[in-house]
């Protein structure tokens, strides 16, 4: 369903991507943190969430790791302030595992989430996989112009109708994905697999996304004319196969 790109990134090509973690238990972080490093990661780390607003404005980092209960402001909020001029990816730990809790970090602009106690094998895993797709995954593949919508995978660039969409990584690949199979319904179990890369997890992830998404692409989100709703199967993108026929 996706295309094959002519190379795939590696563990080798995230040596010494810059991962921020941000926790204010200095045992998880330490260990978080050992983890990464044995990954070939360069990783700097602070305990609150207004040094994770300031660490992230002044050292860019590649990846946050942002725990959920912090004191100062908590990893909702900082979430949140981060993404109003930032995309860089950024995993949620939680120890509220609630779909409302997950939903609430979601919406904050979180592009993936870890539930406590969580291995930090999956959490170095996790990060590999978001990073990968934040990087170019399928950067080889040429640009795409289809309806309103112009997708660039090597530069991570989308556009409607000529202005930039300012979009998180699980964002951009949702779009994506979409663009490139118009007017096909996809079930959130399909898109899951697809955007996501995982073959089981919380569908809420997806529902997000798409009210996200929503927000972003549509004259009213309430009522959506591109992004549609295809009842008892999932979503579908409503737009034309060729390039002029909704621009």
């Given amino acids: 369903m996706i295309a094959e790109a002519s190379r795939t990134l590696g563990n080798e090509d995230l040596i010494d991507r810059r991962v921020l973690v941000v926790d204010d238990d200095p045992t998880v972080s330490e260990v978080v943190a050992e983890y990464l490093r044995s990954a070939g990661f360069v990783v700097d780390r602070v305990g609150d969430g207004y040094e994770a607003i ?11 790791v942002l725990d959920r209960m912090l004191p100062g402001i908590d990893g909702i909020e900082a979430c949140r302030r981060i993404r109003r001029t930032s995309a860089t990816p950024i995993i949620l730990l939680t120890a509220l595992g609630s779909e409302e809790e997950r939903i609430r970090g979601f919406e904050a602009g979180a592009d993936d989430y870890l539930t406590k106690p969580f291995s ?19 950067a080889p593949e040429s640009a795409l112009d289809r309806g309103p919508f112009h997708i660039d995978p090597a530069a991570r660039v989308a556009m409607m109708n000529g202005r930039l ?34 073959t089981y997890g919380d569908l809420s992830t997806v529902t997000v996304h798409v009210r996200r998404l929503r927000e972003k692409i549509e004259p009213d989100s309430t009522q959506p004319t591109l992004l549609a709703t295809v009842w008892g199967v999932g979503y579908r993108l409503d737009i034309g196969e060729d390039a002029d026929e909704l621009a």
């Fill in 54 to 64: 300031e660490a992230e404005a002044r050292i860019s980092p590649d990846l946050i």
């Fill in 120 to 138: 930090p094998r999956e959490l170095v895993l996790r990060v590999q996989s978001v990073l990968r797709r934040s990087l170019g995954e399928y």
């Fill in 165 to 198: 969409l300012p979009l998180t990584v699980r964002e951009f690949d949702l779009l994506s994905f979409l663009v490139k199979h118009p007017r096909q319904a996809f079930s959130r179990e399909e898109l899951l697999t697809a955007v996501w890369g995982w």
